[in-house]
């Protein structure tokens, strides 16, 4: 059985090189089509590991909740205020919830007021946020110097704060900003620790990164922000669920117990950073079926060109066709003959464009630095869809061929 394959596949690389310039530019349009579906799927991948890096900022298992102040209702008397309080705080830390792994208060104080904040002659824009000691751990911070809050910290009201990269440049230039002070409306307050530089630069360029330079924060206790504010409101709950899929059930649960707290004084939305994740491989999905759909026109522009070649072979050696039926050969021989040139025709260009898009793949992993080399399965999809394109493309050629009449095919001229 191998040696009658071998011999049939010998037979269709001498037929190929009789028309060795038709070949090549078959093999050249499947290489194409194979190559810039690779390269489409590359780009994609680069995508995805973009935005969700990005994500990841904000802590994937993150999730908000606020009040809600789009009431569509005119005639309901409601209460000024952020309906969440310190002793709704305390509620929610009193290990009340089972979806929720931690939780944290976020103060920022009055909207449109500047809060002047400067060492020595050097000033600093920095969006300023009372939090409490967990959240650097819900949002994904890393600390590169210096430490966390503590709760005491929290408890006892310090004035310390923990400040981003910008922030620090800022304030201090070059020097290091751990255990230095600086003012915040005149008040003093010494650097315990130095974020992580954070990028969210794609996520800003479309305007989903909350408003917020991740680098220019200045985090302080919350219970620290409310002495400086003179109340004892808090703006929203930042907290992380015990898992992904529980946000929505932690969600839920934190704004049953600030109902059961307020009544029907209140109404509170939440978001969660699953519902932007489904959302965002819901988009990303979509953009990459669309260019793996574009890209694969040229696979069908190859596959037609294979068609083309198989038939006008097919049309050149009708005498050849039937000279083999005389002397012994059955239907199935020559249609296995045709078949396997086309095949042989699909799987270099297969080989070929799937060498380019690995090339390029390596190529826009090296300029941008992200995980963009093909896997194995991707590999194998490109090589038996390019078997299969020119299986489907020779068949009807092959087809024509087995079924032509022998007689008819030894008087063609």
């Known amino acids: 059985m191998l040696i009658f394959f071998l011999d049939r596949f010998y037979q269709s690389l001498y037929a190929l090189k009789d028309n060795l310039r038709r070949t090549l530019l078959s093999i050249i349009g499947i290489a194409i089509g194979i190559a810039a579906?690779?390269?489409?799927?590359?780009?994609?991948?680069?995508?995805?590991?973009?935005?969700?890096?990005?994500?990841?900022?904000?802590?994937?298992?993150?999730?908000?909740?606020?009040?809600?102040?789009?009431?569509?209702?005119?005639?309901?008397?409601?209460?000024?205020?952020?309906?969440?309080?310190?002793?709704?705080?305390?509620?929610?830390?009193?290990?009340?919830?089972?979806a929720v792994h931690r939780i944290s208060a976020i103060v920022y104080g009055t909207r449109g007021k500047r809060n002047?904040?400067?060492?020595?002659?050097?000033y600093s824009n920095a969006q300023l946020q009372g939090v409490d000691f967990s959240l650097t751990t819900i949002a994904n911070d890393v600390i590169v110097q210096g430490r966390a809050f503590r709760s005491r910290d929290i408890s006892k009201r310090r004035t310390v704060a923990i400040i981003g990269p910008t922030v620090a440049k800022d304030l201090f230039g070059e020097a290091s900003p751990l255990g230095r002070e600086f003012r915040i409306n005149n008040r003093k307050y010494t650097v315990i620790g130095l974020l992580e530089?954070?990028?969210?630069?794609?996520?800003?360029?479309?305007?989903?990164?909350?408003?917020?330079?991740?680098?220019?924060?200045?985090?302080?206790?919350?219970?620290?922000?409310?002495?400086?504010?003179?109340?004892?409101?808090?703006?929203?709950?930042?907290?992380?669920?015990?898992?992904?899929v529980q946000a929505a059930e932690a969600a839920e649960?934190?704004?049953?117990?600030?109902?059961?707290?307020?009544?029907?004084?209140?109404?509170?939305?939440?978001?969660?950073?699953?519902?932007?994740?489904?959302?965002?491989?819901?988009?990303?999905?979509?953009?990459a079926m669309i260019g793996i759909i574009a890209a694969s026109v040229s696979l069908l522009v190859g596959g037609m060109g294979i068609m083309n070649i198989m038939s006008t072979s097919v049309l050149e050696r009708t005498r050849e066709i039937g000279l083999r039926k005389a002397i012994g050969?059955?239907?199935?021989?020559?249609?296995?003959?045709?078949?396997?040139?086309?095949?042989?025709?699909?799987?270099?260009?297969?080989?070929?464009?799937?060498?380019?898009?690995?090339?390029?793949?390596?190529?826009?992993?090296?300029?941008?630095?992200?995980?963009l080399a093909p896997s194995f399965v991707v590999i194998v999809i490109a090589l038996v869809v390019s078997v299969a394109v020119g299986i489907i493309s020779g068949y009807l050629p092959a087809r024509r061929a087995a079924n032509l009449p022998p007689v008819d095919a030894l008087r063609y001229e």
Request: aromatic content about 8%; hydrophobic content about 40%.
């Open 116 to 122: 002047i904040i400067q060492a020595n002659n050097r």
């Open 329 to 371: 050969a059955r239907k199935r021989d020559i249609l296995l003959q045709f078949l396997l040139e086309a095949v042989v025709i699909s799987t270099a260009g297969g080989l070929i464009g799937l060498t380019l898009g690995t090339a390029a793949s390596i190529v826009l992993s090296e300029l941008t630095g992200f995980p």
């Open 253 to 287: 649960q934190i704004i049953a117990i600030l109902k059961r707290h307020n009544g029907r004084n209140f109404t509170y939305k939440s978001e969660t950073m699953a519902s932007y994740i489904a959302t965002t491989e819901r988009i990303l999905d979509g953009v």
């Open 197 to 244: 530089d954070k990028s969210r630069d794609f996520l800003a360029s479309i305007g989903s990164a909350g408003g917020q330079d991740a680098n220019n924060r200045i985090l302080i206790p919350f219970t620290t922000f409310q002495q400086m504010l003179g109340n004892k409101k808090i703006n929203y709950l930042q907290a992380e669920a015990v898992t992904q």
């Open 37 to 98: 579906v690779m390269a489409v799927g590359a780009i994609s991948k680069g995508g995805n590991y973009l935005i969700f890096s990005e994500l990841e900022t904000f802590g994937l298992n993150s999730l908000w909740v606020s009040r809600d102040r789009a009431d569509k209702d005119p005639n309901r008397m409601v209460r000024e205020g952020t309906g969440i309080s310190n002793n709704d705080y305390l509620a929610l830390t009193a290990d009340c919830c089972s």
